[in-house]
């Protein structure tokens, strides 16, 4: 589904909201939107994650085909294009796009839903919310 929406300072964004039923088929839709030039406009570019495992895990699937930069507690300067990192790191940073990648439990407790409520409000220009199904 896309939607545009309002961040409330006069800027309008795409949202698009996207089923995934593996975090291999999340990287590859987001790989692909990459490849194919729709991102070339954008400067900084982030992959929002739940936590650094998830993020170091999408690095390595996406550093296989495209240059990508990892973020963890032990980085200190991100100097703009790609990056992935966990959604507490993200708090006080704005990308041109980002994709908030989610499991579907953030609705669980309001400390989940406010980190996933900052990772959106990350986008100035393009988002996706990524829901990768879980497995059972």
């Given amino acids: 589904r896309d939607f545009c929406l309002s961040r409330g300072l006069g800027d309008v964004y795409k949202r698009q909201e996207i089923q995934c039923g593996s975090l291999d088929e999340a990287v590859e839709f987001i790989n692909d939107k990459l490849s194919y030039g729709d991102m070339d406009a954008y400067d900084n570019i982030a992959i929002l994650t739940n936590d650094e495992a998830d993020a170091y895990e999408v690095y390595r699937q996406l550093s296989e085909y495209t240059e990508v930069t990892l973020i963890t507690n032990q980085s200190v300067v991100y100097s703009g294009g790609v990056v992935v990192l966990p959604k507490f790191l993200a708090k006080g940073m704005e990308f041109d796009a980002v994709y908030v990648m989610t499991d579907g439990t ?19 220009h393009e988002l996706y919310v990524i829901d990768v199904m879980q497995s059972e």
């Fill in 106 to 124: 953030y609705k669980n407790s309001m400390v989940t839903r406010h980190t996933h409520y900052i990772a959106c409000t990350r986008a100035l």
